[in-house]
């Protein structure tokens, strides 16, 4: 059974890097599929942030691609998110995700001073 | 970018009556190797989402019967037979041709 987990910092300053690390088992990330990163601000719906195939092929959503970044680390069969120069717009719950049936349980990221 | 428009984004509607929920995107999720990558999710109140209808119209294991899911080309529905309590939550649909991913709004389910 696949599971998913989200690790982190729940509380980041302003203008300084977000980073989470999303370990994986009962399934290895070189194996295959599409896995990723999801977040869901305060009062809002459900934006993709970004994902990658095994250990190449990442892709980011446009609107976040100047500031984030995905690594895959096999040995730990884990992947992780950066997200450079936040704001509190950034605030959300953020999931961990092997698109597109298991999903970690989320962790939430304030972006506060 | 394919954008992804829901409608309605709130719904009110008594157990044991249909809803239906609209997803529009502005280019098809039809794959060359010609799967369409729409999906469907349930997000519960205080849970990760939940993976309902995987291309199209087909039902992940153990989602019951009254939930169905239709379309092609850039329209698609998701309806529920006969609302239930259990029911409740935000529903929303998603493209996933790689290398982009694109979620709906979100609708907003309750029960009367």
Known sequence: QVQLQESGPGLVKPSETLSLTCAVSGYSISTGSYWGWIRR????????????????????????????????DTSKNQFSLKLTSVTA????????????????????????P | DIVMTQTP???SVTPGQPASISCKSTQSPLHSDGKTY??????????????LI????????????RFSGSGSGTDFTLKISRVEAEDVGLYYCMQGIHPMYTFGQGTK????
């Open chain 1, 41 to 72: 601000p305060p009062g809002k719906g459900l934006e993709w942030i970004g994902s990658f195939y095994r250990t190449g092929s990442t892709s980011y959503n446009p609107s976040l691609k100047s500031r984030v970044s995905i690594s895959v």
């Open chain 1, 89 to 112: 717009a950034d605030t959300a719950v953020y999931y961990c995700a092997r698109y597109p049936d298991h999903w970690g349980q989320g962790t939430l990221v304030t972006v506060s």
């Open chain 2, 9 to 11: 984004l709130f719904l």
């Open chain 2, 38 to 51: 729409l999906y469907w999710y349930l997000q519960k109140p205080g849970q990760s989402p939940q993976l």
């Open chain 2, 54 to 65: 995987y291309e199209v119209s087909s039902r992940i294991s153990g989602v019951p019967d």
């Open chain 2, 109 to 112: 389910l309750e029960i009367k």
